[in-house]
C-alpha cells in the first residue's frame, strides 16, 4: 500500500465528517488537485452543520485549466448534500479571485494563534 492509500484509508475511518476530493491523471495516475472539507455540528444552532473547505491545491503543471474550480465545486455539492447551511473557508488575499468565481463572498475576518 503507497502512503497516499494508507492516508485515504485512514481518512475513510472518519465517515462523513471528513471527506477529500482528489482529481487524478488517468493516465499516469498522479494527483493532480484535491481539496478537503470538514464538517461542524453548531451547538448554537441546534446541531446544524456547516462545511468548512480546506487544502485546496492544484498541481502548478495542472494549473489554468479549471480543476481548482472542479475541486471547490465538488466540496460543495458534497457539503450540500449531507445538509450543511453553509461552507466557509480561509484563503490567502491574492486566492480571493478565485473563489468569488466559485460564489464565494468576503465575510468576517480570520484569526490564528500558531503553536
Known sequence: MTQTQACFADLATLGDNHYVGVIEDPVSG??????????????????CKVGHIEDVVVDKAARRIHLGQRIVD??????KTIGCYK???DCKPD???FYKKC????SNVQMALYF
Open 30 to 47: 498522479r494527483i493532480l488537485a484535491s481539496g478537503s472539507v470538514l464538517i461542524e455540528r453548531k451547538f448554537i444552532r441546534g446541531g
Open 74 to 79: 465538488h466540496l460543495v455539492h458534497y457539503a
Open 87 to 89: 461552507v466557509i473557508l
Open 103 to 106: 460564489g464565494f463572498v468576503e
Open 95 to 97: 486566492l480571493r479571485g
